[in-house]
């Protein structure tokens, strides 16, 4: 038991005061005669005596109830060491990420914690909250009520290490203060959990859904295409026990364009196939029904008129194999020999490729410095005859290193940087076994741009810096067998892919995506990405031939977007969500150290109430005192003595 008024405690040294004067009373009775008569002296005896315990009680009742008056005053209480820190710091994170869909006992696990908190919460303090796509500090508890109703689901979904982040910049600094973060989720099994800091205690509520089953379409590619018809195909996902055979839709826009069902029955991954025919365009959503997270249950993707790269070689050797990689409906492909070159053409390319010339003049160089500076990329393969000094001065205006002497040493071609944007999507697996190319010769290289290839020493062999790609050795038949590689095709073809990154059927919205829109800009003109509902103006930076377009935090809804140059349609581009929450499978908290784990928001609620609570008892001395007293006046009323 605690006092908020210790010091009046000292008080109850004044009920020795009334002891004392009962103990040493200094009253002294006087003898007078009186008939000698035993009777009358036993009567006596007995009225004294029965004035004694009279006194007594008297002084004992009247001791107790200024006792509890004292105490009374002093307030007496007791409490925990959470309820008496006077500095309390709450922050809320709300999980709104769209594994929240799912159905619980009343509903979707996100209404109904909304539901629950906005009932539970109450108090004076100031709270900060969060969820994965808001944030605000200090909010009266009539803003939080307000706020709490407006929350969306959300495409972002933020791992446990950066709530912890996110709630400690919303703490205050002050190290004496009790920070308490209560954490409504339902704890997908996305990652581990993380360590605690020792400032701050969690209280984590898990909600769980009633039925783990779910239904998602996951991706969408073209499996084929010819000159009048698309092939694509639609893989699609079951958990848990669903209808052996769900239908799935494909629509053109508003329109329906075909119908097929998957079958679950024997496995709960399946690919469907669609045949798209003879259309330039096609504004695709494919679509099927499920109640339990809705979120997965569409996917758009979009097909623009074909927009070819251009590609040009100047050559001073024989072009036969860029010839076979870019002779194909993907890339416009021209040649040009270097005695013969037509500089003004450069402007139209997307990647240039200067193959085994002998010399560069320095208006071959002034023109791709230019080409380079305006947006295109380059590759650059050196001769066994190269005027050193002449590529020197090229390699000098693009600022991407300097060759050296040429060695007349075989190498293998051994170390592929399989993380290279070149190689991402190439290999299934890392193979550290096959067959290496090697050259007979190659140029010293120097250089701090990225390599892509390397020798078996771990020297370059082909590097890039920005968009300038640089081979160390010759690629003709006499020098090296890299052109009969399985490597020479993904090289190259990723080379001029990534000249000119046009759209893909679709982009994961919310994520970084960068993308080239093959259309010429004047100075001023700005492109604008456009729903049915919204518009905005993304980063984008204007090239000689083409826009890049860098979107991140937007759109962050799913859909089919136009891009516009004002009021200029010019293609579409679709989002989709992540699909990272379409399996539900999720964390025991029970297994997060240093964390307290609730099963609803009401026992979440019921335990901070009654850690909290601060019992006060002075009413009860009050209630004591006005007892004693009353008993005291009923003794010197009804005690005869």
């Not at 036993?42 to 315990?53: A, G, W």
């Not at 410095?369 to 001065?393: H, M, R």
């Not at 052109?483 to 993904?490: E, F, R, W, Y």
């Not at 492109?527 to 090239?543: A, N, Y």
Request: with cysteine.
């Amino acid at each position: 038991m605690q006092f908020k008024h210790p010091e009046l405690l000292y008080a109850l040294f004044l009920l020795l005061i009334p002891i004392f004067i009962h103990l040493f009373q200094l009253r002294k009775f006087q003898k007078v005669a009186f008939t000698n008569v035993a009777f009358l002296k036993k009567v006596n005896i007995q009225t004294r005596k029965s004035s004694k315990l009279k006194k007594w009680l008297t002084l004992l009742l009247r001791l107790f109830a200024l006792a509890c008056i004292i105490l009374a005053f002093a307030q007496p209480f007791t409490a925990s060491k959470t309820a008496l820190h006077t500095q309390k710091e709450t922050v809320v994170y709300i999980d709104n990420s769209f594994s929240m869909q799912a159905k619980g006992a009343n509903g979707p696990l996100l209404q109904r914690a909304i539901q629950q908190l906005y009932a539970q919460a109450s108090g004076n303090e100031k709270i900060s909250w969060l969820t994965n796509s808001q944030t605000q500090r200090n909010a009266s508890l009539q803003d939080f009520k307000a706020a709490l109703l407006d929350i969306p689901y959300s495409a972002n979904q933020l791992a446990a290490e950066e709530v912890l982040l996110k709630a400690n910049q919303l703490f205050s600094k002050d190290e004496g203060a009790n920070k308490r973060l209560l954490w409504v989720s339902d704890f997908q099994a996305t990652e581990t959990f993380p360590e605690v800091p020792n400032d701050i205690s969690v209280e984590a509520v898990q909600l769980r859904p009633e039925t783990y089953t779910n239904i998602s379409i996951d991706t969408v590619y073209v499996a084929s295409k010819n000159a009048t018809s698309t092939k694509l195909n639609v893989v699609v996902s079951a958990q848990g026990e669903v209808a052996s055979s769900v239908p799935v839709s494909l629509f053109n826009g508003a329109s329906l364009t075909a119908k097929s069902a998957v079958d679950f029955s024997e496995k709960q991954k399946n690919t469907l196939t669609f045949d798209i025919e003879d259309v330039e365009t096609f504004k695709g959503k494919l679509s099927i029904e499920d109640p339990n997270l809705t979120y997965d249950n569409s996917l758009y993707f979009s097909i623009n008129t074909a927009k070819k790269i251009k590609v040009l070689s100047i050559s001073g050797a024989n072009s036969v194999f860029l010839q076979r990689i870019f002779e194909n409906p993907e890339f416009e492909y021209s040649i040009q020999t270097d005695k013969s070159a037509d500089y003004n053409a450069f402007t139209e390319q997307n990647f240039i490729i200067l193959n085994e010339v002998v010399s560069i003049p320095a208006s071959l160089r002034t023109a791709l410095k230019d080409f380079v500076d305006k947006g295109g990329s380059l590759f650059v393969i050196p001769s066994e005859k190269a005027e050193i000094a002449e590529y020197n001065a090229l390699m000098a205006v693009l600022g991407t290193g300097t060759y050296g002497e040429i060695v007349n040493q075989e190498k293998k071609i051994t170390q592929i940087v399989f993380s290279h944007p070149l190689y991402k999507e190439v290999f299934e697996k890392q193979v550290v076994n096959f067959q290496y190319p090697k050259v007979n010769s190659y140029i010293s290289y120097n250089t701090n741009a990225t390599t892509v290839l390397k020798f078996e020493d771990g020297s370059p062999f082909i590097t890039q810096s920005g968009s300038v790609f640089t081979s160390a050795a010759p690629f003709n038949t006499e020098n090296s067998n890299f052109k009969n590689s399985p490597l020479i095709v993904p090289t190259l073809y990723n080379m001029a892919q990534q000249s000119l990154p046009l759209t893909k059927l679709y982009y994961t919205a919310g994520k970084t995506n960068t993308f080239a829109v093959p259309v010429k800009l004047i100075q001023d003109e700005i492109l604008t990405l456009k729903d049915s509902v919204s518009s905005f103006v993304p980063l984008q930076q204007t090239k000689a031939t083409h826009v890049v377009i860098m979107t991140a935090e937007e759109p962050a809804n799913a859909g089919i977007f136009q891009i516009k140059n004002k009021e200029q349609y010019i293609e579409d581009i679709s989002y989709n969500y992540n699909r990272n929450e379409s399996t539900l499978q999720y964390l025991n908290i029970a297994d997060w150290n240093g964390v307290r784990s609730y099963n609803s928001i009401e026992s979440l609620f019921d335990t901070l109430s009654e850690e909290n609570s601060i019992n006060s008892f002075w009413k009860w001395f009050v209630i004591f005192a006005l007892l004693f007293l009353l008993l005291e006046m009923l003794v010197l009323k009804f005690y005869k003595q």
